[in-house]
């Protein structure tokens, strides 16, 4: 093409000019698009919940324990009937019939371990033998995929990774991977430990600085920290939060210690000795979900891992996890901003072991561990979304199975419209997005 | 005539040439002279960025027990310490967490923070004591200054404030 200087001079400001003054602006308000087309605003994922075989969720070998996920009103083995706890009964839709489920998911590679599965979750690849439960994972989280990639980049406001334990599940907020790292980092919270007796007796009672008492200490802090050579590098302070949203942060804590005081987490669904640690977990995720809406949250349950002594109370917990689950789905859906603008997955870390060990409970039942057998890594994975970007009541079976633990990073990143914006480097090592799930 | 002029004009750069060669000597002599080094009021002082003599990043339990002898002038027990640093850990933003702890210290019963009589009645003896409690270090003349200015350009300000600043910024959280 022949053009002069003069020509090209103008035809470059004009383009300038152009891209600075007419932005495109996304009818969800998001200035600039990611690469892909957004299917919804916000991702859900939960773990669920520390270890199930199909064999008692979607097989119901000891009836329909999961009645507000699975549709089927088969009766609970009568020997164990006696050790489950009453729950409100199921009403409305069963979330199966809401969305879509992959029968034949696997945990196909990698120790039948919790940390492991949810590493494997959380960043899209499996993990081996070798995994540091001590330090964050090798391989990016799907929080730091989010805040780099998504465009525009979001806050570590806008995505939480909420634990029901401590242990290594801290870590699982942001890698050690020198691309990405705590300056992508989602939120974490464990708010089991902070919202309890213990933290409102250490953290409930703070000075509370007037506007002009917290600008006049920052002066003070700033002028130390401009004459300090070493400043404290990201991964020292873990994910930072930009000053206003950690004081947000810091104000929903509050309010939580509050509440908490005033008895309205005694019993919050109104369930009596039945609400465990996931509900409370649940619980949790919820009040975030309805604080912040942030555009991606991970939230875990683990209770049923009590299969490990007790097979009764495993599937008096998997019931639990059910009804939380449910509560979950209608806290969102009842949540502006996220009401029928949010994907929720929902996926075991791993199953557990066909054959039972030695451990018998008080209904004669044998325990369940999870040691690499082949039913072990026997899992599902429910998608649940907008009527119209879902498909609803849909099943996939395939014998070979059909899903794997190493889609739901890219399915999220899919679902958020940047999965084409991660690096092929970092794509390669994940599986794929779960595209048969969405219309 | 002509050859006056050939001459002249032969002498005369010669001339030139000796004149600019006198005036460059008398220049050099001056240029060379060594110059005198005036001082205006206020001694000569090395300021450096504190940082290079404290590389490390303090432990969680380190942290929380060292801030909390530094407030209340004696050890955090053991459950105190096993408490805290569970809850350290039970969220991701440390920086946020750090500041609520300082905070919760800051109101407890039994802080020994001076006075705002003492910090004002001699300033720098504060900072000097502050910065050294604190921080392990005298301030130097740039941080003393400035520190001072601060104080003495907001009247709200209190030991408290200046305590909490100095609690939470990334020094304190170095060694």
Redesign the interface.
Known sequence: MNTTRRGFIKRAGLATAGALTFPYILPSGRLFASTGIRKADHVVFCLFAGGVRNLETLQKAEGNLMTYTLPGTEAISSDILAGMDPLPAATGIPLQLQGSLFKDFRYKSGPTGHFNGHTTAITGVYTNTDLDIKTNPEHPTIFEYYRKHNSPSQT?LNTW?VSNS?GPY?AL?FSKDANYGAIY???????A??ISL??Y?????????TN??VT??????T???N???????AA??????AESE?AQ??GF?QQSFNEAVAGLYNDPWNLGTAMNNDMYNIFFAEKIIQRFKPELLVVNMQDVDIAHSNFTQYCNNMRKADYALSHLWNTIQSTPGMANNTVLIVAPEHGRNLTHNSLVDSYGRYALDHTNDPTSREIFCLILGPTGKVKQNTVFTNPQGLGESIDIVPTIADVLGFYSDIPLSYRNKMGNPLTQAFI | MLEYKISKSVILPSTLLKGIFVCFLLLAGVACKKEKTYVYGVNDVTVKQEGANKPSVKTTTEFISIAYADIFGTTISANDLTQLSLLYSAFGDKKLMENLIIKNFLNAPGTQIPSKAQMLQNTEQFLKETYTKFLNRTPNEFELYGTKNIIQADTTISPELIYYGMLTSNEYRHY
């Open positions: 570590a990774w401590l801290p907020n980092g989602g939120n974490h919270i464990q708010p430990s902070i213990g933290g007796n250490a953290l409930g009672n703070p000075k509370v600085f002009t008492q006049a200490a920052k002066s003070m802090r002028f130390l920290d004459n300090f050579a070493n400043q404290t590098k020292d302070a873990g994910v930072t939060n950690a942060i810091e804590i």
